[in-house]
């Protein structure tokens, strides 16, 4: 299973208030979901607008946003971000707010550890021929 | 029987306010609302009515229909 899927299910075996969660970067492409693709995409773009709102809200001097949870009467949205990445996830009504970020904050870390871990590909390197060896 | 009396207002007066005290508590909680955390750990509380609320808020329930459709 690729590390982003294990995170993902990590999460919704630890964590069963989450009922639907999706990874994603800053411009909005999907990394991994809980759902099917159609879903997380457009879970990823109504996520990101949701983060663009609440940015709107920054107090003066204010630094970037890093979590946010809203609480509806039908079920909570939450949405924690690390560098790059974001998770966005809903739950259950009256969700037990710092569990839920915790276990966001979790899988969010692993998966960004995972991709800091994998080994960069290594740069091809090409040697001269020096001048004496050219024909 | 004026004792009895007094006994028993307060009683209704005591209950009555509780009660009050228990609805505003709970139709507070049911108010859809939205907190935001900035880094360095200023929150934000935003509530349905607020200016900048309504837009957020409306996302936020996008975002759960979708999770559920």
Avoid: N, W
């Avoid at chain 1, 899927?5 to 809980?34: C, F, K, M, P, Y």
């Avoid at chain 1, 800091?116 to 024909?135: N, V, W």
Wanted: aromatic share 4%; with cysteine; glycine share 6%.
């Amino acid at each position: 299973m690729a590390p982003t899927a294990q995170a993902l299910a990590d999460l919704t075996e630890i964590s069963t208030q989450v009922e639907a969660a999706v990874i994603l970067d800053r411009e909005g492409t999907v990394i991994g979901s809980t759902v099917d693709d159609e879903r997380a995409g457009r879970l990823a773009s109504s996520a990101l607008e949701l983060v663009r709102a609440a940015e709107e809200s920054r107090p003066e001097g204010a630094e970037e946003l890093v979590q946010l949870d809203v609480a509806l009467r039908d079920g909570s949205v939450f949405v924690a971000a690390d560098g790059d990445r974001l998770i966005a996830a809903t739950t259950r009504p009256d969700p037990t707010v710092g569990l839920v970020f915790y276990d966001l904050k979790s899988c969010l870390r692993g998966v960004s550890e995972e991709a800091e871990a994998k080994p960069k590909p290594r740069r091809r390197t090409t040697t001269k021929k020096k001048d004496d060896e050219k024909p | 029987m004026r004792s009895r009396s007094f006994v028993t207002g307060f009683v209704l007066a005591a209950g009555s306010a509780t009660a009050a005290v228990a609805l505003r508590r709970r139709a507070t909680r049911r108010r859809d609302r939205a907190e935001l955390y900035f880094a360095e750990g200023t929150p934000v509380s935003l509530t349905e009515g607020q200016p900048g609320a309504d837009r957020l808020l409306q996302h936020a329930r996008e975002l759960l229909a979708t999770a559920r459709s």
